[in-house]
């Protein structure tokens, strides 16, 4: 495991996500390709302290350098956490349209790609509250760097990755809200519940 602490605080950020991890997304195998890079601490955690759209960008910018230079066997995946940067998900949302521009600009399309997730994430087909949702909700804005290679590999040895989807909106549904809010995981200060606003 890696981590950046430029932001006040870092410890507790990073232990928020790690909890997620553990509780959400490894624990009800929301991810079934997550556990094997969490075990192995290939995790790469960096706390940023940007505020702007222009500083997030930055950060991303060097994330993305950063992983493409390490050893996968040393860092396979980079969550970039913003706990102070788009909070609201509308322009959290807009900001994933500049993630693919970077991406592209940066001759990284097809070697890497970025997973999002937001305490308030809302599918543009589901209700505020709908518990399909909470498969992409976290403690913060994350941006989830990822290989492409890596995730291709994973895929293949995954016995039926066309069921991934479903089998985790029956975990959810036989979950509940009570359910995942009872795994304290949700973002700090926020009433359970909390939702946002639709991502295109």
């Given at each position: 495991m890696t981590s950046t602490n430029e932001h006040p605080g870092a410890a507790e950020i990073i232990a928020a996500a790690r909890l997620w991890l553990e509780r959400a997304v490894i624990g009800l195998n929301l991810c079934p390709f997550a556990k094997s890079v969490y075990v192995k601490e290939q995790v790469r955690y960096a706390v940023s302290s940007a505020r702007t759209v222009d500083e997030?960008?930055?950060?991303?910018?060097?994330?993305?350098?950063?992983?493409?230079?390490?050893?996968?066997?040393?860092?396979e995946t980079t969550l970039l956490i913003l706990p102070q940067a788009l909070q609201d998900f509308a322009d959290f949302a807009d900001f994933l349209d500049l993630v693919e521009v970077t991406l592209k600009v940066q001759g990284l399309t097809g070697t890497l790609q970025v997973a999002s997730f937001h305490p308030q994430y809302q599918f543009a087909d589901a209700e505020e509250n709908d518990i399909s949702n909470y498969t992409n909700r976290a403690p913060y804005p994350i941006l989830h760097l990822l290989r492409e290679a890596s995730l291709?590999?994973?895929i293949r040895h995954h016995p039926?990755?066309?069921?991934?989807?479903?089998?985790?909106?029956?975990?959810l549904n036989a979950l509940g809200l009570e359910g995942w809010h009872a795994l304290g995981v949700d973002a700090p200060g926020k009433p359970p519940g909390d939702g946002g606003k639709q991502h295109r």
């Open positions: 997030v960008l930055d950060d991303l910018t060097r994330e993305l350098d950063i992983l493409v230079a390490a050893d996968p066997l040393q860092v291709a590999r994973a039926d990755p066309s069921r991934i989807y479903q089998e985790n909106m029956a975990t």
